[in-house]
Protein backbone atom coordinates (compact mmCIF):
# COMPACT_ATOMS: atom_id res chain seq x y z
CA UNK A 1 0.00 0.00 0.00
CA UNK A 2 2.43 2.61 0.71
CA UNK A 3 4.18 1.84 -2.82
CA UNK A 4 0.82 2.53 -4.26
CA UNK A 5 0.95 5.98 -2.33
CA UNK A 6 4.49 6.29 -3.29
CA UNK A 7 3.73 5.96 -6.82
CA UNK A 8 0.58 7.87 -6.73
CA UNK A 9 2.57 10.92 -5.12
CA UNK A 10 5.14 10.92 -7.98
CA UNK A 11 2.48 10.09 -10.97
CA UNK A 12 0.43 12.99 -9.51
CA UNK A 13 3.56 15.41 -8.68
CA UNK A 14 4.98 14.51 -12.38
CA UNK A 15 1.24 15.67 -13.86
CA UNK A 16 1.18 18.66 -12.18
CA UNK A 17 4.77 20.02 -13.57
CA UNK A 18 3.92 18.61 -17.06
CA UNK A 19 0.59 20.44 -16.91
CA UNK A 20 2.56 23.97 -15.09
CA UNK A 21 4.76 23.54 -18.70
CA UNK A 22 2.05 23.63 -20.92
CA UNK A 23 -0.11 26.48 -18.93
CA UNK A 24 3.27 28.75 -19.25
CA UNK A 25 4.03 27.87 -22.75
CA UNK A 26 0.88 28.41 -23.76
CA UNK A 27 0.75 31.73 -21.38
CA UNK A 28 4.01 32.40 -23.18
CA UNK A 29 2.45 32.43 -26.60
CA UNK A 30 -0.34 34.60 -25.47
CA UNK A 31 2.28 37.33 -24.74
CA UNK A 32 4.07 36.81 -27.73
CA UNK A 33 1.08 37.12 -29.91
CA UNK A 34 -0.20 40.55 -27.86
CA UNK A 35 3.17 42.03 -27.71
CA UNK A 36 3.05 41.26 -31.52
CA UNK A 37 -0.28 42.76 -32.33
CA UNK A 38 0.64 45.63 -29.59
CA UNK A 39 3.78 46.22 -31.83
CA UNK A 40 1.42 46.44 -34.93
CA UNK A 41 -0.93 48.85 -33.41
CA UNK A 42 1.63 51.35 -32.19
CA UNK A 43 3.35 51.15 -36.04
CA UNK A 44 0.08 52.27 -37.53
CA UNK A 45 -0.35 54.91 -35.23
CA UNK A 46 3.37 56.20 -35.39
CA UNK A 47 2.36 56.08 -39.42
CA UNK A 48 -0.77 57.98 -38.88
CA UNK A 49 0.81 60.12 -36.80
CA UNK A 50 3.68 61.31 -39.06
CA UNK A 51 1.50 61.39 -42.18
CA UNK A 52 -0.67 63.61 -40.33
CA UNK A 53 2.09 65.73 -38.76
CA UNK A 54 3.16 66.47 -42.58
CA UNK A 55 -0.60 67.28 -43.54
CA UNK A 56 -0.71 69.84 -41.32
CA UNK A 57 3.02 71.18 -41.73
CA UNK A 58 2.01 71.69 -45.60
CA UNK A 59 -1.40 73.92 -44.54
CA UNK A 60 0.95 75.79 -41.92
CA UNK A 61 4.14 77.03 -44.12
CA UNK A 62 0.71 77.55 -46.76
CA UNK A 63 -0.07 79.89 -44.45
CA UNK A 64 3.19 81.22 -43.28
CA UNK A 65 3.73 82.26 -46.80
CA UNK A 66 0.55 83.67 -47.18
CA UNK A 67 1.06 86.16 -43.89
CA UNK A 68 4.87 87.19 -45.57
CA UNK A 69 3.00 87.85 -48.59
CA UNK A 70 0.57 89.86 -47.19
CA UNK A 71 2.86 91.86 -44.81
CA UNK A 72 4.67 92.71 -47.81
CA UNK A 73 1.95 93.96 -49.95
CA UNK A 74 0.99 96.08 -46.87
CA UNK A 75 4.95 97.27 -46.49
CA UNK A 76 4.36 98.43 -50.04
CA UNK A 77 1.46 99.96 -49.59
CA UNK A 78 2.07 102.08 -46.57
CA UNK A 79 5.46 102.77 -48.43
CA UNK A 80 3.56 104.43 -51.39
CA UNK A 81 0.86 106.34 -48.45
CA UNK A 82 4.09 107.96 -47.13
CA UNK A 83 5.42 108.98 -49.50
CA UNK A 84 1.92 111.21 -50.96
CA UNK A 85 3.36 111.04 -54.79
CA UNK A 86 1.74 109.43 -57.62
CA UNK A 87 2.97 106.55 -58.10
CA UNK A 88 4.14 105.25 -61.50
CA UNK A 89 2.99 102.53 -63.72
CA UNK A 90 5.45 99.89 -62.69
CA UNK A 91 5.10 100.05 -58.46
CA UNK A 92 1.02 99.99 -59.74
CA UNK A 93 1.30 97.02 -61.68
CA UNK A 94 3.56 95.50 -58.74
CA UNK A 95 0.63 96.21 -56.46
CA UNK A 96 -1.96 94.54 -58.67
CA UNK A 97 0.21 91.90 -59.20
CA UNK A 98 0.76 91.38 -55.34
CA UNK A 99 -2.80 92.37 -54.86
CA UNK A 100 -3.94 88.92 -56.72
CA UNK A 101 -0.83 86.80 -55.37
CA UNK A 102 -3.18 87.54 -52.14
CA UNK A 103 -5.88 86.19 -53.82
CA UNK A 104 -4.90 82.82 -53.16
CA UNK A 105 -5.98 82.91 -49.41
CA UNK A 106 -8.50 80.89 -50.98
CA UNK A 107 -7.00 78.31 -52.10
CA UNK A 108 -5.34 78.05 -48.54
CA UNK A 109 -8.98 77.92 -46.60
CA UNK A 110 -9.76 75.13 -48.77
CA UNK A 111 -6.49 73.58 -47.89
CA UNK A 112 -7.90 73.98 -43.95
CA UNK A 113 -11.28 72.44 -44.74
CA UNK A 114 -9.63 69.65 -46.76
CA UNK A 115 -7.69 69.64 -43.72
CA UNK A 116 -10.11 69.41 -41.30
CA UNK A 117 -10.28 67.69 -37.87
CA UNK A 118 -8.65 64.31 -37.29
CA UNK A 119 -10.02 62.32 -34.01
CA UNK A 120 -8.58 59.33 -33.31
CA UNK A 121 -9.87 56.93 -30.31
CA UNK A 122 -8.94 53.52 -29.25
CA UNK A 123 -11.02 50.69 -28.61
CA UNK A 124 -10.05 48.33 -26.37
CA UNK A 125 -11.04 45.04 -26.61
CA UNK A 126 -11.60 43.42 -23.44
CA UNK A 127 -12.11 39.66 -24.88
CA UNK A 128 -9.11 38.42 -23.22
CA UNK A 129 -9.63 40.37 -19.80
CA UNK A 130 -13.19 38.67 -19.63
CA UNK A 131 -12.37 35.83 -21.15
CA UNK A 132 -9.24 34.81 -19.87
CA UNK A 133 -9.88 31.37 -18.93
CA UNK A 134 -11.46 30.08 -21.93
CA UNK A 135 -8.44 31.86 -24.03
CA UNK A 136 -5.76 29.99 -21.53
CA UNK A 137 -7.53 27.23 -20.58
CA UNK A 138 -8.04 25.53 -17.00
CA UNK A 139 -7.46 22.55 -15.69
CA UNK A 140 -9.68 20.02 -14.73
CA UNK A 141 -9.31 16.98 -11.94
CA UNK A 142 -11.48 13.73 -11.96
CA UNK A 143 -10.95 11.17 -9.28
CA UNK A 144 -11.45 7.62 -10.45
Request: hydrophobic content about 40%.
Amino acid sequence: MLQGVEKERKSFAGKIKKIGREINEKADKLKRMIDFHRDKLIAELSALQQKRMEEIELVRDEINTQLWSMESYKSKVNELIEKGAACDIVTANDLHESANKLLVLDVIERSMVDLGHVDITFTSSSYVINEVSRTLGGESVSRV
